[in-house]
């Protein structure tokens, strides 16, 4: 129970203190490019039990759209 504790109070409290920054990065993604400034992605973890995470959209929406094949003549 002590380690518990000791993780709960700590990310609650880096938490805390990252906050301004998390908001400082969100307000810059929103206003570097169009679309929301975090992002929902399923993933599975332990047991094959699915969750979603949240991350700050480090890529345009689009971005695969500009990536092209290189040609090379066989």
Not at 31 to 49: E, I, M, N, T, Y
Request: charged share 15%; hydrophobic share 50%; with cysteine.
């Amino acid at each position: 129970m002590p380690k518990r504790l000791f993780d709960l109070v700590f990310a609650a409290l880096g938490l805390v203190l990252l906050t301004p920054l998390l908001l400082a990065v969100a307000l810059w993604v929103v206003c570097d490019s169009p679309g929301p400034a975090l992002f929902r992605q399923q993933r599975v973890g332990r047991a094959g039990k699915l969750f979603h995470i949240y991350k700050f959209r480090t890529m345009h929406p689009v971005s695969y759209t500009h990536l092209t094949l290189p040609t090379t003549p066989y």
